[in-house]
């Protein structure tokens, strides 16, 4: 066979031997309904306690996907700065519960990390003595 003499001579030729009607139908195998491609999706724990205002006042969150889930207060973080905390959920872990105290100290959630097993539920309390948080991711 030739040496094509150029780019344009070898795409040309590709068309002609039906990679043109290869693209008009759909392209790469991966996108025909006959073989879908699969697409995972990531499950996000999702949640906002709204102002908590008063001492005691709680929120609660049951944790049903495995993975890390970082969280913050809307008034005094971002979920890169501030007033941050993690949930750890864990399937190793034996802990079905988990207490967090919010704005105890300061602008903090104490302590700023919990891990608990899936389907375990995280109970944030408003500390005595603080400003107002809330528990949002
Ligand atoms: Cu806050």
Request: hydrophobic share 35%; charged share 5%.
């Amino acid at each position: 066979m030739p040496r094509p003499r150029s780019i344009a001579f070898t795409f040309a030729l590709a068309l002609s031997l039906g990679l043109g009607a290869a693209l008009a139908a759909g392209g790469c195998s991966k996108n025909k309904t006959t073989n879908p491609v699969t697409t995972t999706t990531t499950t996000t724990e999702t949640f906002n306690s709204g102002t908590l205002s008063t001492a005691g006042q709680t929120f609660t969150h049951t944790f049903n996907t495995a993975g890390t889930f970082g969280y913050y207060c809307s008034f005094h973080g971002t979920p890169t700065t501030g007033m941050r905390g993690t949930v750890v959920v864990d399937a190793s872990s034996s802990a079905t519960t988990a207490a967090v105290s919010v704005g105890s100290g300061g602008n903090f959630f104490v302590p700023s990390s919990v891990t608990i097993k899936p389907g375990s539920t995280v109970t944030w309390t408003l500390a005595a003595g603080s400003v107002t948080h809330t528990v949002t991711r």
